[in-house]
């Protein structure tokens, strides 16, 4: 037995984000374990944390333990924030034991089952496998809270291991070039949250993203100086693997390929030329009638296969446009002499060129679900995006599955929205068919819910498990972080959790508990955000910040501005990202604790009136202290309609508690109207289309909880 010794440092365990307004979330019965265990037992008396950890190795024991356990501890000093006493004995004696070395480790197939116990004694941690290791130091990091005496270790017992094999975070790093560090940032959290897959997409048509020694033009042209050489791409491959976390590649063919053309562009359909085109950069394929495309794909795909040892390697495959090739004269005889019907037929032959390719460098090919548009060869594992639907097809023509429909974090929606999909419902995502057929909208036809959709219990098996994915057209690295967590810990549970665990008001509680714990150890999600608003009003933090934990930024694109009403063209030239909307958030914990407070007085808890009245004055004074900081920061104008807007809807909110909504109901009601009407103009892709957006792109969150106030005094 081998014991290691870890000194605590001093950082404060930072709870201030569940605090909304002047009141602040109640206690959680239970720990706020995200994602929930498989058996949760709670054992009575908690353990002290007065020290640091002394770790008794039983087992197997490795150099990647070893560096697990180390950063374990360095994660418990930070959250409980005890200072090291010289001469004390650790606070914490952590009995750990792997059981097998697991040669399946970095595969669907590893061990991550582990059983955790905490009592006065310490901590025993039994696992199949390292990365059973590695999970259940995580459930064990949030086992700790804080108490009156200082912070505990709670008891438990717990029996844990995931439903799906494969978790995922899909980052696209093409639309917006993401540094390692960042990149590394994300990888703590996902450990954090029990995620193993971090899927990464280094190709489309705003950048290659990859050094290559094979093609130089990928780097030297298509990244616009911005790209990962080697060395960062095995640094990051490395952490990863520390961290029980495999790292799949995503170069995408053939479309979406205008960086890469634009490099090389002797294998484009059409012509790529300089400068820039805005319309191209979304629209440009390959050839795949020119044989030469397949020797530079041979010899791309080779390199970069060298660079991520995965067994997975995607492809793309997504979003052709069919006239990029039958606009071209040559492709399009071509297409006639080998009896090629259309664009599908002639992506289906491109596919199997592309699938001895992957095959050759013994990788498993991965793609978008558009692959299922004509006949897909067997073992090609399918993405489905544009609806569950697509997970029922693909499955019942025997594919294996990873499920990115209904997970889709750009479309900006709260996390209870992205967690009530469940990648084994076929009927979890999608637009109500009947509503596409009315809105004449042929681009979202293949986005329509299929009501005859099912699955079998041998398609579920083919299901390996699921993504959450964040493509970055709106997103910098600066906003990053926000735009992940926590709505990505709720997903982590999702896709670990049984499929029982659905209690969204429990989902509501936990959040800000594991938001804070996760900044505590690392996540920048609120210095970001503050850091922004420092920049837009640095003499008015204050009543910006007011706005903005009460109000979220419209969705389903709406924010793109490029479906809708005043829609803007795609372009090359990534937008500023400086606006007051682009700081919001898509969940707000003060509004969520003002809901759940208001149907709490509302249901007769009345001692909650100060609380709620104190808040309500806050949100409608802080309209006048905002307009004192844009006389001198014009750049928050436009967030001005907004500020009103919180004013008048907490002015509905305070006569209600006063009483006197009669005497003001015409002016409640059209408050009312409005809020929710706007709400409606997003509430779908099919909504963004016809509906002009609110100014400033902000919605008011705090809408149901002014309607619940309203309704239960009339």
């Not at 270790?153 to 980052?171: K, M, N, Q, Y």
């Amino acid at each position: 037995m081998v014991i290691m010794r870890f000194p605590p440092r001093i950082r404060p365990f930072a709870m201030a984000v569940l605090c909304a307004g002047t009141a602040c979330t109640p206690a959680l019965a239970a720990p706020a374990l995200m994602p929930q265990p498989v058996r949760y037992q709670p054992q009575g008396s908690a353990l002290p944390l007065a020290g640091g950890v002394q770790v008794q190795w039983q087992g197997v024991r490795s150099p990647l333990l070893e560096r697990a356990v180390a950063r374990f501890g360095q994660r418990l000093a930070a959250l409980s924030a005890r200072p090291a006493v010289a001469g004390a004995p650790a606070g914490l004696v952590l009995r750990i034991n792997c059981q097998h070395p697991d040669p399946d480790m970095l595969s669907v197939r590893m061990r991550e089952h582990y059983q955790l116990r905490t009592g006065p004694d310490g901590a025993t941690l039994v696992a199949d496998g390292p990365a059973g290791v590695l999970r259940g130091l995580a459930t064990l990091l949030q086992l700790v809270e804080p108490g009156e005496a200082g912070p505990m270790l709670d008891g438990a017992e717990i029996d844990d291991s995931p439903r799906f094999a494969w978790r995922g975070l899909l980052v696209d790093v093409s639309r917006h070039f993401m540094s390692p560090a960042a990149l590394e940032r994300q990888l703590d959290m996902m450990e954090l949250t029990k995620f193993n897959v971090l899927h990464l997409h280094l190709s489309d048509g705003q950048g290659f993203r990859v050094e290559s020694r094979v093609y130089p033009r990928l780097q030297q042209v298509a990244s616009h100086g911005q790209y990962y050489t080697q060395q960062q791409v095995r640094d990051l491959v490395a952490s990863a693997a520390d961290r029980g976390i495999r790292v799949v590649p995503e170069f995408d063919v053939p479309g979406h390929s205008y960086a890469m053309l634009l490099a090389y562009p002797q294998y484009a359909a059409q012509p790529v030329t300089t400068p820039l085109d805005p319309k191209r950069v979304v629209r440009a394929a390959l050839d795949p009638t020119n044989p030469d495309t397949y020797v530079f794909l041979t010899r791309l795909y080779h390199e970069m296969a060298g660079l991520f040892p995965d067994a997975y390697f995607h492809v793309g495959g997504d979003e052709v446009r069919p006239d990029e090739w039958t606009a071209n004269p040559r492709i399009s005889a071509s297409m006639q002499q080998h009896g090629y019907a259309g664009a599908p037929a002639l992506q289906a032959a491109f596919t199997r060129r592309v699938l001895a390719i992957v095959a050759h460098e013994g990788k498993t090919m991965m793609g978008w679900d558009e692959l299922l548009d004509a006949p897909t060869p067997p073992g090609i594992v399918i993405e489905p995006w544009r609806g569950s639907r697509y997970t029922a097809q693909a499955t019942a023509a025997g594919h294996p599955v990873v499920v990115s429909a209904g997970y889709y974090l750009d479309l900006l929606l709260p996390a209870a929205d992205h967690y009530r999909v469940d990648p084994l419902d076929p009927l979890g995502n999608g637009l109500p068919p009947d509503q596409v057929a009315a809105a004449h909208a042929p681009a979202l036809a293949s986005f329509a819910l299929d009501p005859a959709a099912s699955m079998t219990t041998a398609q579920d098996g083919l299901v390996l498990g699921a993504e959450a994915a964040l493509w970055t057209e709106i997103v910098s690295e600066e906003m990053l972080d926000a735009r992940l967590w926590p709505r990505a810990a709720a997903l982590a549970e999702r896709f670990w959790s049984p499929a029982t665990v659905r209690d969204e008001a429990a989902l509501d509680r936990r959040l800000p508990v594991v938001q804070a714990e996760l900044e505590v150890l690392g996540n920048r999600a609120a210095a970001d955000r503050h850091r922004m608003m420092a920049r837009l009003a640095p003499d008015g933090v204050a009543p910006l910040a007011t706005l903005l934990a009460v109000t979220t930024p419209v969705r389903n694109y709406a924010l793109n501005h490029v479906f809708g009403p005043g829609h803007v063209a795609a372009t090359s030239t990534p937008p500023a990202l400086d606006r007051v909307a682009d700081i919001a958030t898509p969940d707000s914990f003060q509004a969520t604790a003002f809901m759940r407070d208001v149907a709490a007085y509302v249901g007769g808890q009345r001692d909650l009136a100060a609380s709620l009245r104190a808040r309500l004055e806050i949100w409608r004074d802080n309209d006048t202290r905002l307009r004192q900081v844009v006389a001198t920061r014009p750049a928050l104008r436009e967030a001005l309609p907004a500020s009103g807007q919180l004013a008048e809807l907490a002015t509905v909110g305070l006569y209600a508690l006063d009483g006197t909504l009669a005497a003001h109901q015409v002016q409640v009601d059209a408050v009312l109207q409005t809020a929710q009407a706007q709400f409606a103009a997003s509430a779908s892709m099919l909504a963004v289309r016809t509906n002009p957006q609110p100014a400033g792109d902000l919605l008011q969150a705090i809408t149901p909880g002014i309607a619940g106030l309203v309704q239960g005094h009339m």
